[in-house]
Each structure stands twice: as C-alpha cells, then as structure tokens.
C-alpha cells in the first residue's frame, strides 16, 4: 500500500530541495515562504498553527506570481472539462479522469 504525502509536506520538501541545491536554476527559484490558508493566514505545520487547512496556490504564490496567468496553462486546466458528477467519499481528490487531483 503506498502512502501519499500531503501536499503542504510536499510543497516543502520541494521549496527545501530547490533553496539547497546551489546550480543555475536553484538560484533562480523563489525565495523562502510561508504557506497561506485561502483566506491569507499562514499554515506552520512545525507549530499545527491552520495545519489542518489547505494551502492556497492563489495566497501562496499569487503574490509573487501572476496566478491569473498561470492557472491558464496547461497542466493546470487538464481534466476541468470532464468533471465527474460520480463522487468517491473513498478517493473525494479523484474529480475527472482527466489529471485534476491526481499526480
């Protein structure tokens, strides 16, 4: 049985790898950041302050980045158009057979 990491353990294990590394490329990723709930607060998962919220791509890092734009692409829309009325309380991520909500 595998076990799926969540994404706020992801997004830092990714934040982590890229601020280590010292190439090219890591020295063109963002600087350190907090996660934020959709509503601006910060999620700290080291203090379980709003641990148990969702982080927001939008608050997170739509301060930086043009999210308007980039939600545009097209990894992004992958799947939007065959939303599935079928919900699974068992996989409640899996929305389409498109990608949305799958790696």
């Known amino acids: 049985m595998t076990k799926q990491v969540s994404p706020v353990v992801f997004i830092l294990l990714v934040a982590?790898?890229?601020?280590?590394f010292q190439s090219h490329a890591a020295r063109r990723t963002c600087i350190p950041f907090y996660l934020k709930t959709e509503d601006g607060k910060i999620i700290n998962p080291l203090t379980g302050e709003n641990a148990d919220q969702p982080y927001s791509p939008r608050q997170t890092c739509g301060t930086c980045h043009n999210y308007d734009e980039i939600v545009k692409g097209y990894h992004f829309q992958?799947?939007?158009?065959?939303?599935?009325?079928?919900f699974n309380p068992q996989k409640p991520w899996v929305l389409s057979d498109?990608?949305?909500?799958?790696f």
């Open 16 to 20: 982590f790898f890229a601020l280590t």
């Open 98 to 102: 498109g990608m949305m909500g799958k």
């Open 78 to 86: 992958q799947g939007w158009d065959k939303i599935s009325d079928n």
